[in-house]
C-alpha cells in the first residue's frame, strides 16, 4: 500500500464507484476530532482521502484502512499540515472500513470514521490505433474524403470547415529527439485539413508547468505559415500539469479574440506523453460542457484511464495510445479521417438548429447595467433587427416581490428602473415587440447599491453610566437610529432604541450598568430602510472602590481601620470583618471615609477586613486586607513587698480593661508543693501567708480574658524573712485570701490548625510531676460517644483526626498523677466547614485561552476541579484538576468569540465543595470593515482593517453564478488583495477568515459584483515611455537583508550577444533591490569559466546606482565550464568577513549557466546548502536540468529555473526576484544544526567558538569535547565572550524558538548563579537568557512578555539536577507563545505556562557566562566548557534531536558518522587523509586528461543519465511521502515515555494512611520498617484523606536506602571511557560528586512529598488513575533527616566544606524533628496504623541515593561495559582530535 500528500493532484476515476459514508465524531479527551472525511475513487486500485482539520492543539493524524471482511489492517501517520492523502494498492469488490484520529502527545482524539467499496470497473479502450475498431459504413457526407494511392496520405476534402485547437505536452519527459518527432506528426495533422482565414483555422498551445500559446486561431491564415509555425516550434521543458493546461485553452485559445467563430464546430487534441500532475476531470469536462470534442493522444507512459477521462465519447475513436514517439505517424490517418467526420457531423447540426433558430423573431442583445444606485439603475442594449415598436423591460427582486415592468419606444435602447430595494439583486428581461410576434428575452441580473452607512463610530468619555457616541454623518439619511444593549450571554430583550435628527451625529447614552461591555449600532435610516450596521463595543467603568486601606493600632481585641474615598459620588461604605478560618461576618456602615475601630475581636487571630462602596448603582468591588490581633498581655510591673518571715504582698498593674481572673502561683524552691489562686480581673493587689521562713519562693501571674485567652506568664523571686523572735502580729485591715491548693497540671490550653478532618489541642504542664495526659473529646451535637486517647506526661499538645467536618466539639484535657487524676480544663472548637474558593477573576483573554483566578477558601484543600463548558455552542463539558498550592490556571483549545461557563470545585479528603461560578470569554478574531474597491470587468479587490494579532489570513472568492471559487492565504500584515481572471457582470462572495497560527477565526463576508462588458472605444496609439535611469525597487525586498552573491557562466558557448543578455538580467535583477550596503542587501559578482574571477566583492558598493554602473561594466571571459570550481570559490573566497560576510543574516548565490558543467558540482553544493546557504539556479538553452537541481536548494520549483534561450529571462525574472527577496527577508535565515538545515542561528559561528576564529576570542581554550574528535571550548573565569546583539540577531529573536547548549560544568565553576546565555540592553540590563544556578542545582529562563513584563521560570526537578555533576550534558530550552519546555539529554523533564515573549533591543550585547550579581557587562563569568551552541526557530526540534554527541545516547545505526572518524581495519583509508590537497591536484590533472581527449564524450554520459530526469518530476509527492513516514516515530515514542511521566498518583494509592489519622504516636518513627504493608494501600480510591499522613515521611527508615543500591543507573556512568588518564584530584573530585548527590537525593525526598498532588493546570477527562505510578517515585526521596548523616563527609575533601553547609541547614531541621519522635518511638505502640504512611516514603527512598552512587566506575568495573564503544570510534586518540594528551579531570563523571 502507498500513500502519497495532498500534493498529488492527479488520480483516474475509472468505472463506476459504490462509496457508501459514515462518520462518527466524539470528542475524547481533550484533543478535537478531523471532521468531513470524504472518499473520491481515484482509480481501480486506488482512492483519495480528505478531511477538515480539527479545532486546537495536536501533533500527526494517525490513518487506518482495514478490510471488511478480514485482512491486516494498514495503519499510517500523517503530518500535521496534510489534509489529503491518496492509498494505493487495494482490492477491487472490497469494502474498506477508515478510521482518522488526531494524536497530540500522549492523548488521541475520537476517530472520523467512514467506509467505501471499490468496484470493478469496466474498460473504456485499449492500446493501440483506433484503426482496429469494426469497419463502419461511409455517409454521403464523407464521399468527399479521399485517400490517395497507397502510402499517400489522408485529405480532408468535406467543404465543412472548424477551429482546430493542439494541445501538446512539452514537458521534460519528452526530451528535444523526441519533440522532433511531435513536430513531425503535428505537419501530417495539418497537412490533412483545408487551413485558410475563412476555412478551417488550427491554433497551437504548448503546456508543462505553465502553459502558453504559440499561436492562436487567427494568427496564420495559410495552411503554409501554419507549418512553417510547425517547423519552429520551440521545445518548452518543466512538469507535467495537465489540467492546468485544459482550462488555458478553455479561456484563451477558444475565445473570439483568439479567432474562434461562433456556429463553427470546435475540436481539441491533445497530445502527451505521461500521466498529469494535477486534477483533470473537471477541466476536461468544462471544455466539453463548451461544446468542444476532445480527442487525447498519448504516447509512450501516457495513462490510458486519464487519456479516457479527458476524451468525448466514444473512446474507440476519440483516444488514441502508442508506445513510442517514432510510431506516432501509424495513427494520423485514423486521426484525421475521424476529426474530418466529426467535423461534418458537427456542422450539419449547427445548420439546422441555426435553421429553426432564423424563424423566430430576433432578440436584443448585449444587455449592459450602468449608473447602479441603491435605489435605481440603468438598463441599456442593442436593437434587434427588423421593424420593432416596443421594448418590454421586466425586472423582479429574486428574493421577494412581483415582476414590474417598463416599455419603451422601438427606437429606443436604454430604461431608467426606479423605486428598487438597496443591495437586492434583480432579475431582468427586455422583449422586442413586433407587429405580431414578440422575441425571446435578452435577460441578465444587477444589484442594487447598499444604502449610505453611518462611518467612523467613535464612544469616548466612558464613565461607570454613561458613554458618548458618535460618527460621520451619511449622505442623504432621514434620520439615525440607534440600539444600544449590555452583552449578557447574547440576550437581546434588554435593547433598547434612540432615534436622532439626521442632523444629530453625537448622543450620549445614560443609565447604563456598571462594568458591562455594550454593543452600540448606529443605523442611517431613509424611510423605513436601514443602511448597513455600523457596530463597536465598549464597557462601562466599574464603580470605583476605596483606596489605600491601612490598619493600625492593633491590640488584642481592636483594630483601626482606615482608607481613602474612591470617589466623591460614593454614598457611604460598608465594611465587613471575617475570622479568617472561619465563616462568622461581622458588618459596619459609615456615611464617610471616617477610620472605624473593630473591637470585641479574639486575640491571636486573622481577620479579614473588605471594604465597599456603596453608589446609587450598587457597591463597588471590595478593597480587601487582613490583620492578625496581637496576644493578649501580660500583667504589668510585677512586684512584691512587705516580706516577712511567713507572708508577702504581690502587686502588679492591669494590662488591658477586658481582663476576667488573675491566676497567681506561688512555688517554693525548696521542692514543697506549690500553691495556686484565682482572683477576679480587678484585683491588683494580694497578701499570701502560711509561707515558710527563710525560703525562696517563685510566685507567676498570667491573666485570664473574656475569651479564655490566658497570658504569658510574669514571675518575680522573693524569700521571706528567717524566724528569729516571735512576736505578736499587729492587727491589719489587708484582705488575706483563702488559701487553696489545687492541682490544675495544665494552662494555656490552645485549640488551633483546624482543617475540616482534624482540631490540634496544645497546653502548658504547670509542673513537673504529671505522668500522663487523658485527652477526651465529643461532637457537641450529641450523636456520638465521647471517645479519649491517653498522651505521655512529657508530650504537651496532640492533633485530633479523623473528625467530622463543620461540626463543634468539646475537648478536655485532664493531668494524671501518679496518686490520681489532676484538674482538668476543658476548650470547645469547630472543624472547619467544605468552603468553597472564593472571588473567581478572569484575565488574559485571548482568542483560544483566558486565565481563571480565585481565592482559596480558608479550609486547606486537597486541590481543586475546574469545570467549563460552552455557554452557547453545543459541545462537551470539559474539566481538570489542580493542586491546592494553585489558584489561577490557563484554560486552552477554546473557541475565539465564545462565552464560557466555568466552575471551580474545592476538593476535599472528604468531598468536595458547593462551585465557584463565573462567566468568560475568548476574544473575537476576525477583521473589520471589509469592502470592495477597484471593481472592473474582470478583477476587484478587498480591503479590510487587518487584525492586530493575525499571522495570516485565508481570503476566499466565490462566483454566486456558478460556485466556483478561488482561495489564497496572505500575510498577518496584509490588508488588501485583488483577485483577477473573473467573470463580467457576475456577483462575487468575498470571505476573509482571520489566522493567528493555528487557529482561524470566522468568516467575514461582503457581496460584490463585477462590471459588465462596456463597448470599447478605439484603441490610443501606443505611446513609448522612456527605461528609468535605475530600476525601482520592489515591495518584496523592502526588507531584504542578505549577503547576495552571483555566479554567471562566462564560458565560450554563452557568446558576447547573449552574455550582454545575462548583464541585462542581472542589472534588472540587481535593479530590484531596495537598499545596498551593510544595512540591506550587500551585492557580488563572480564569473568563471576554467577559472572563477570575482568582479567584486560583498563590500565593494554601498550604493545601488555605483553598483549597477559597476555591473554594466563586465567584460566576457570565455573558456570552459568549471562550476564546481566556481562555486566552491565562492564558498572560500567570497562568502568570507574578509570580503564584507555579515553574520545572522542569510546567505544566497545565484547561479547562472548555460551547459553541463565539467567538473563535480553536487558535493561543494551539497556541503554549502548543509551549511545554511541558500543556492539559485539559473539554466537556459542546454543546461542540463537534472545538474541544476542537483545544484539548488529543495523544492526545486522554487529554486531552480529554466528558459528555452537569453531572451526568455523577462518570464523568470519576477519569481526569481520574488523567491530571493522572501529568503533576504527572513527573520531567521538557514543553518546546519545538527545533521539538518533548518532555519536558525548557529550561536558558536556567532562568538567566533570555531576551529578557524578561536584563538582570536580572550579567555578561550580549545579542548577535546564529549568525544575526541568533537572540539569544545574552555571559557575561562571572566572571560566574558560577547558580541554586539545588532550583529547576531538583527530583527530580534523570533516569537517561537529552541536555545540548545552542550556544556559541562567544571570543577572551578562557582557555585553562584551565571547566564550561560543572555542578551543585554545598552544599560547593562538583561532582557532574556538561560541561567545556572550551580548552589541550587536549577535552571531558568527569563525575558520580557509582550505586556513588557518581567517573567522567570525555574525548573529545578531531579533530572535537572544531573547536569550540574561535572558531564558533558545537551539542554534544549524550548519557547512558545504559552509555555517553556525544558530537555535534558533528549528526554523532556519539565513544562511551564509563560506569556508570549516581547521582542528584544538590538542596541545591546550577547554575553556567554555572565554571572547574575554583575552590573556591568564587563564584571565577572563563570568557567565552563561550551561544545554547541544552537537557536533554531522551530518548536520541534527538540523532538527530533538523537543527542548522538553524548556516548550514553548514541546510536550508531541511527547517528551521523563522528567527525575525523576513523576505523581499526587493515586497509583503513584514514591515514592518507593528510594527503588530501595532493590528490585534488591530480584530480584536475585528470579531468584535464579527458578535455583533450574529447569533452563530448563525458557529456553524451550524462545524458544519458539525465533521461531519469523525467522521473524526477513527480518529485512534489516525495515530500509528502517522507513526511508521513517521519512524523511518526519521534512523536509517537515521546508520547509512549510521557505516558508514565505525570506526578500525582501517589495521591491516590497514599490515602491509605486514613487509618493512620489515629494514630498520631505514629509520628515517632522508627516503627516505619513496618512500612512494606502500605504498598497494597494502592488501590484504594478514598486515598485523599493520606494528605496527613505526610509527616510519616519523616521517619528515619529513609537510611536504608543505602543498602541494597542496584547499580542499574549508575551504568549509565558509561560515558566515562571518555578519559584517557585519571589524576589524584579527580578521584577526589568524583567522591565529593558522590557524596553531593546523595545528600540531594535525600533532600529530594521532601519535595516528592510535597509535590505529590501536581501543581500544574493539566487537561483531563476525569480520568485521574495513570499519573499515579510516577507519584511513587516522586516520594522516593523527600526524607531529609539523612542530611545530618552526609555532613561528616564533607570534610574529606578540603576546601570543599561551603558546599556541603548550604545543605547542611535543613538537615539540623530534621535532627530537631528527630529527637521528638525518637525518644518516645517506644511508647508509639499503639500507633501501628501511621507506619503505612511511613512505609511508603522509607521504602522508596532508597532508590534515589543509589542511583546518585554511580561512581561504581571508581572501581574499574564500568570500564567493560565502555567496550561496545569502539564500534562508534576507534582508538580515539589515533584519530584527528582536539587536545588529545591533556589533563582534564572531569573526564570519568558519572551520573
Given amino acids: 500500500m502507498q500513500v502519497f500528500g495532498h500534493g498529488i493532484g492527479t488520480w483516474l476515476l475509472v468505472g463506476f464507484v459504490a462509496v457508501t459514508f459514515d462518520f462518527i465524531s466524539e470528542a475524547q479527551a481533550q484533543v478535537a476530532s478531523p471532521t468531513r472525511l470524504k472518499f473520491s475513487i481515484m482509480s481501480q486500485d486506488s482512492v483519495k482521502i480528505t478531511w477538515k482539520p480539527p479545532r486546537g492543539r495536536f501533533h500527526e493524524y494517525r490513518l487506518t484502512v482495514t478490510p471488511v471482511v478480514g485482512g491486516k489492517p494498514q495503519k499510517l501517520s500523517i503530518r500535521k499540515g496534510e489534509t489529503a492523502v491518496v492509498v494505493e494498492g487495494l482490492l477491487p469488490n472490497q469494502e474498506y472500513m477508515v478510521q482518522l484520529f488526531a494524536i497530540n502527545n500522549k492523548k488521541e482524539s475520537a476517530p472520523a470514521q467512514g467506509r467505501f467499496t471499490m468496484r470493478a470497473s469496466r474498460s473504456r479502450g485499449r492500446q493501440g490505433s483506433p484503426s482496429q475498431t469494426k469497419p463502419k459504413k461511409v455517409s454521403d457526407s464523407q464521399a468527399g474524403n479521399t485517400t490517395t494511392d497507397e502510402g499517400s496520405q489522408f485529405m480532408c476534402e468535406s467543404p465543412a470547415i472548424a477551429d482546430i485547437v493542439v494541445l501538446v505536452d512539452g514537458s521534460w519527459s519528452i526530451g528535444r529527439l523526441n519533440f522532433q518527432l511531435v513536430r513531425l506528426f503535428l505537419e501530417n495533422l495539418v497537412s490533412a485539413f483545408n487551413v485558410d482565414s475563412d476555412k478551417t483555422r488550427i491554433g497551437l498551445a504548448q503546456y508543462s508547468g505553465d502553459p502558453r500559446v504559440e499561436w492562436n486561431l487567427n494568427q496564420h491564415s495559410t495552411k503554409e505559415a501554419v507549418l512553417d509555425a510547425v517547423k519552429n516550434l520551440p521545445y518548452k521543458g518543466g512538469n507535467t500539469l495537465t489540467g492546468l493546461a485544459l482550462t488555458f485553452i478553455l479561456e484563451n485559445s477558444f475565445k473570439p479574440e483568439a479567432g474562434s467563430r461562433a456556429g463553427v464546430p470546435k475540436i481539441g487534441i491533445l497530445i502527451t506523453d505521461g500521466k498529469s500532475q494535477d486534477d483533470v476531470f473537471s477541466s476536461a469536462e468544462s471544455l466539453r460542457d463548451a461544446g468542444i470534442e476532445l480527442f487525447a493522444i498519448g504516447v509512450k507512459n501516457a495513462d490510458v484511464n486519464e487519456l ?224 448597513d450596521p455600523l457596530t463597536g463595543q465598549e464597557t462601562t467603568l466599574p464603580l470605583t472602590p476605596p483606596q489605600n486601606l491601612q490598619f493600625s493600632e492593633i491590640t488584642h481585641s481592636m483594630g483601626r481601620v482606615s482608607w481613602e474615598a474612591g470617589s466623591r459620588k460614593a454614598l457611604g461604605y460598608r465594611v465587613m470583618y471575617v475570622k479568617t478560618d472561619t465563616t462568622a461576618m461581622g458588618m459596619v456602615e459609615v456615611e464617610d471615609a471616617t477610620p472605624i475601630f473593630l473591637t470585641n475581636l479574639t486575640s491571636l487571630t486573622e481577620y479579614t477586613v473588605a471594604v465597599l462602596a456603596i453608589y446609587d448603582e450598587g457597591q463597588s468591588a471590595p478593597l480587601t486586607g487582613s490583620f492578625t490581633t496581637r496576644n493578649v498581655p501580660q500583667p504589668l510591673s510585677l512586684r512584691i513587698s512587705d516580706v516577712f518571715e511567713e507572708e508577702f504582698r504581690v502587686s502588679w498593674n492591669h494590662a488591658a480593661d477586658d481582663v476576667t481572673l488573675y491566676r497567681l502561683a506561688c512555688t517554693p524552691l525548696s521542692g514543697e508543693e506549690a500553691k495556686e489562686f484565682v482572683f477576679s480581673g480587678a484585683t491588683d493587689t494580694v497578701v499570701l501567708d502560711h509561707l515558710l521562713p527563710g525560703t525562696e519562693y517563685e510566685v507567676s501571674l498570667s491573666a485570664i480574658y473574656s475569651d479564655e485567652a490566658e497570658s504569658e506568664v510574669v514571675t518575680a523571686l522573693e524569700t521571706t524573712l528567717q524566724r528569729i523572735i516571735t512576736t505578736t502580729p499587729a492587727t491589719t485591715t489587708t484582705l488575706r485570701p483563702t488559701t487553696v491548693v489545687i492541682r490544675s497540671g495544665i494552662r494555656n490550653l490552645v485549640l488551633d490548625d483546624e482543617t475540616t478532618f482534624s482540631l490540634h489541642v496544645s497546653w502548658e504542664p504547670a509542673d513537673a510531676f504529671i505522668t500522663q495526659y487523658r485527652v477526651s473529646y465529643v461532637s457537641l451535637k450529641g450523636d456520638r460517644a465521647e471517645e479519649g486517647v491517653m498522651v505521655p506526661g512529657r508530650q504537651n499538645d496532640l492533633l485530633l483526626q479523623p473528625l467530622l467536618s463543620d461540626t463543634s466539639y468539646r475537648i478536655t484535657v485532664t493531668p494524671i498523677y501518679s496518686d490520681g487524676e489532676g484538674s482538668g480544663r476543658a476548650v470547645t472548637g469547630k472543624t472547619l466547614a467544605l468552603s468553597g474558593p472564593i472571588n473567581l477573576h478572569v484575565s488574559e483573554e485571548w482568542y483560544n485561552r483566558f486565565r481563571i483566578r480565585w481565592d482559596a477558601p480558608p479550609s486547606p484543600t486537597m486541590g481543586y476541579r475546574v469545570v467549563y463548558t460552552s455557554a452557547s455552542a453545543p459541545g462537551p463539558t470539559l474539566d481538570t484538576f489542580v493542586g491546592d498550592d494553585v489558584n489561577t490556571m490557563f484554560i486552552l483549545n477554546l473557541l475565539s468569540g465564545t462565552e464560557y461557563i ?385 550583529n547576531v540577531h538583527p530583527e530580534g529573536l523570533p516569537s517561537d524558538y529552541t536555545v540548545t547548549f552542550l556544556f559541562r560544568l567544571l570543577s572551578d565553576t562557582p557555585q553562584e548563579p551565571f547566564a550561560l546565555w543572555e542578551v543585554l540592553n545598552k544599560q547593562s540590563e538583561p532582557l532574556v537568557g538561560v541561567i545556572l ?151 584536475r590533472g585528470q579531468r584535464g586528461v579527458r578535455g583533450e581527449q574529447g569533452p563530448r564524450g563525458p557529456d553524451g554520459q550524462r545524458g544519458v543519465i539525465g533521461l531519469p530526469g523525467p522521473q524526477g518530476q513527480p518529485g512534489p509527492q516525495g515530500p509528502s511521502g517522507q513526511s508521513i513516514q517521519g512524523l511518526p516515530g519521534s512523536a509517537g515514542e515521546k508520547g509512549e515515555k510521557g505516558q508514565s511521566g505525570p506526578a500525582g498518583h501517589q495521591g491516590l494509592s497514599g490515602p491509605r494512611g486514613l487509618s493512620g489519622r489515629d494514630g498520631p504516636p505514629g509520628q515517632r518513627g522508627s516503627v516505619g520498617k513496618d512500612g512494606p504493608s502500605g504498598l497494597p494501600g494502592s488501590p484504594g480510591p478514598m486515598g485523599s484523606p493520606g494528605v496527613p499522613g505526610s509527616p510519616g515521611a519523616a521517619g528515619s527508615p529513609g537510611s536504608q536506602g543505602h543498602i541494597g543500591p542496584p547499580g542499574a543507573q549508575g551504568l549509565k556512568g558509561e560515558r566515562g571511557p571518555r578519559g584517557d588518564v585519571q589524576s589524584q584530584s579527580t578521584v577526589h573530585d568524583i567522591a565529593q560528586q558522590v557524596c553531593e548527590q546523595l545528600i540531594q537525593s535525600h533532600l529530594s525526598r521532601y519535595n516528592s512529598i510535597l509535590n505529590s498532588i501536581p501543581s500544574n493546570s493539566v487537561q483531563v477527562r476525569a480520568v485521574p488513575g495513570p499519573p499515579g505510578d510516577t507519584g511513587r517515585d516522586g516520594t522516593a526521596g523527600p526524607a531529609g533527616e539523612p542530611g545530618p548523616q552526609g555532613r561528616p563527609g564533607f570534610p574529606g575533601t578540603p576546601g570543599i566544606p561551603g558546599r556541603p553547609g548550604e545543605r547542611g541547614s535543613p538537615g539540623e531541621k530534621g535532627e530537631r524533628g528527630s529527637t521528638g519522635f525518637g525518644k518516645q518511638g517506644p511508647r508509639g505502640t499503639p500507633g501501628t496504623p501511621g507506619p503505612q504512611g511511613e512505609g511508603r516514603s522509607g521504602s522508596q527512598g532508597p532508590p534515589g541515593p543509589p542511583g546518585r552512587q554511580g561512581s561504581l566506575g571508581r572501581t574499574g568495573s564500568s570500564g567493560p561495559r565502555g567496550q561496545p564503544g569502539p564500534s562508534g570510534y576507534c582508538d580515539p586518540s589515533s584519530c584527528a582530535g582536539y587536545n588529545v594528551g591533556a589533563q582534564d579531570v572531569y573526564n570519568n563523571y558519572r551520573l
Avoid at 1245 to 1270: D, P, R
Avoid at 1449 to 1471: F, I, M, V, W, Y
Fill in 1333 to 1483: 544556578d550551580n548552589g541550587r542545582k536549577a535552571l531558568t529562563y527569563f525575558n520580557y512578555d509582550y505586556k513588557d513584563e518581567f517573567q522567570t521560570v525555574t525548573f529545578d526537578d531531579p533530572e535537572v539536577k544531573k547536569i550540574f555533576y561535572g558531564s558533558f550534558h545537551k539542554v534544549h530550552v524550548v519557547i512558545t507563545k504559552t509555555h517553556a519546555r525544558l530537555v535534558v539529554d533528549c528526554k523532556q523533564v519539565g513544562e511551564k505556562s509563560i506569556n508570549a515573549a516581547g521582542n528584544i533591543s538590538t542596541t545591546g550585547l550577547e554575553v556567554l557566562g555572565r554571572m547574575v550579581r554583575s552590573r556591568s557587562p564587563r564584571d565577572s563569568s563563570a568557567s565552563f566548557q561550551l561544545q554547541g551552541f544552537d537557536i533554531s526557530c522551530s518548536t520541534s526540534y527538540a523532538s527530533r534531536d538523537k543527542c548522538c554527541e553524548l556516548p550514553a545516547l548514541r546510536d550508531e545505526a541511527n547517528c551521523p558518522a563522528l567527525p575525523h572518524a576513523c576505523t581499526c581495519s587493515q586497509d583503513s583509508k584514514g591515514p592518507p587523509g593528510p594527503l588530501g590537497p595532493p590528490g585534488n591536484a591530480g584530480l
Fill in 902 to 1286: 466555568v466552575k471551580v470545585f474545592a476538593t476535599y479528603p472528604t468531598g468536595s465543595s458547593e462551585p465557584l461560578t463565573g462567566r468568560a470569554k475568548t476574544l473575537y478574531l476576525g477583521v473589520t470593515n471589509l469592502a470592495t474597491e477597484d471593481v472592473r470587468m474582470t478583477s476587484m479587490c478587498a480591503r479590510w482593517q487587518f487584525h492586530r494579532h493575525a499571522t495570516s489570513y485565508r481570503v476566499v472568492i466565490e462566483s454566486l453564478r456558478d460556485g466556483k471559487k478561488e482561495e489564497v492565504i496572505v500575510n498577518g500584515g496584509t490588508s488588501r488583495h485583488c483577485f483577477y481572471d473573473l467573470i463580467p457582470n457576475t456577483k462575487h462572495r468575498i470571505s476573509v477568515y482571520t489566522q493567528l497560527q493555528e487557529m482561524e477565526g470566522l468568516a467575514v463576508n461582503i457581496l460584490e459584483a463585477t462590471v459588465p462588458v462596456p463597448t470599447e472605444p478605439p484603441t490610443p496609439p501606443p505611446t513609448t515611455v522612456p527605461p528609468p535611469t535605475i530600476p525601482p525597487a520592489r515591495e518584496v525586498c523592502k526588507t531584504a537583508k542578505a549577503n547576495l552573491v552571483f555566479l554567471v557562466d562566462g564560458s565560450w558557448s554563452i557568446g558576447d550577444e547573449n552574455f550582454d543578455k545575462i548583464i541585462g538580467f542581472l542589472y534588472n535583477t540587481i535593479g530590484a533591490l531596495y537598499k545596498i550596503g551593510p544595512d540591506g542587501t550587500q551585492v557580488a559578482i563572480i564569473q568563471f569559466s576554467d577559472d572563477p574571477r570575482t568582479e567584486f566583492q560583498l563590500n565593494s558598493y554601498n550604493d545601488k546606482e555605483i553598483l549597477l554602473n559597476a555591473v554594466e561594466r563586465i567584460r566576457y571571459k570565455g573558456g570552459n565550464t568549471k562550476t564546481g570550481r566556481a562555486i566552491k570559490h565562492a564558498k572560500d573566497s567570497v562568502f568570507t568577513v574578509e570580503a564584507g560576510l555579515q553574520r545572522g543574516i542569510p546567505n544566497v548565490l545565484v547561479v547562472i549557466t548555460d551547459g553541463r558543467s565539467q567538473d563535480d558540482v553536487v558535493k561543494t553544493s551539497q556541503e554549502m546548502q548543509l551549511e545554511g546557504f541558500t543556492i539559485f539556479a539559473v539554466g537556459v538553452a542546454d543546461a542540463d536540468y537534472a545538474e541544476l537541481m542537483n545544484i539548488a536548494n529543495k523544492p526545486s520549483n522554487r529554486h531552480a529555473f529554466f528558459v528555452d534561450d537569453f531572451d526568455a529571462f523577462k518570464k523568470i525574472e519576477d519569481e526569481l526576484v520574488t523567491f530571493v527577496c522572501e529568503t533576504a527577508s527572513a527573520t531567521c535565515p538557514l543553518a546546519l544544526i545538527g545533521d539538518s538545515s533548518l532555519a536558525g542561528f548557529k550561536m558558536m559561528e556567532m562568538f567566533g567558538l570555531v576551529e578557524k576564529e578561536y584563538a582570536s576570542v580572550e579567555g578561550v581554550s580549545l579542548e577535546s569535547g564529549s568525544f575526541n574528535s568533537f572540539p569544545c571550548f574552555r571559557l575561562h573565569k571572566n572571560a566574558l565572550v560577547s558580541q554586539p546583539t545588532r
Fill in 308 to 531: 479516457k477521462a479527458i476524451a468525448s465519447e466514444p473512446d474507440e475513436t476519440h483516444v488514441y495510445n502508442v508506445a513510442d514517439f517514432n510510431i506516432m505517424n501509424t495513427i494520423i490517418e485514423s486521426l484525421t479521417k475521424t476529426v474530418c467526420t466529426r467535423v461534418e457531423e458537427q456542422d450539419k447540426g449547427i445548420k439546422e438548429a441555426s435553421g429553426r433558430k432564423s424563424l423566430e423573431p430576433a432578440a436584443p442583445s448585449n444587455l449592459v447595467v450602468t449608473d447602479v444606485t441603491a435605489r435605481s439603475f440603468r438598463v441599456s442594449w442593442s436593437h434587434a433587427p427588423g421593424n420593432v415598436e416596443k421594448y418590454r423591460v421586466v425586472y423582479y427582486s429574486t428574493t421577494a416581490g412581483q415582476p414590474e415592468e417598463v416599455v419603451v419606444d422601438g427606437i429606443e435602447s436604454t430604461a431608467v428602473l426606479q423605486n428598487l430595494m438597496s443591495l437586492t439583486e434583480y432579475q431582468i428581461a427586455v422583449f422586442a415587440i413586433y407587429t405580431k410576434a414578440a422575441s425571446e428575452a435578452l435577460r441578465g441580473t444587477a444589484t442594487t447599491l447598499a444604502l449610505p452607512a453611518a462611518a467612523d463610530l467613535d464612544i469616548y468619555d466612558v464613565t461607570h453610566n454613561s458613554m458618548r457616541v458618535k460618527w460621520e454623518a451619511a449622505e442623504a439619511a432621514s434620520e439615525y437610529m440607534i440600539l444600544y444593549a449590555a452583552l449578557t450571554g447574547g440576550d437581546t430583550a434588554d435593547e433598547k432604541e434612540v432615534k436622532v435628527d439626521n442632523s444629530v451625529t453625537d448622543i450620549e447614552l445614560e443609565r447604563l450598568s456598571p462594568n458591562t461591555e455594550y454593543t452600540v449600532t448606529v443605523y442611517a435610516m431613509y424611510g423605513e430602510e436601514a443602511s
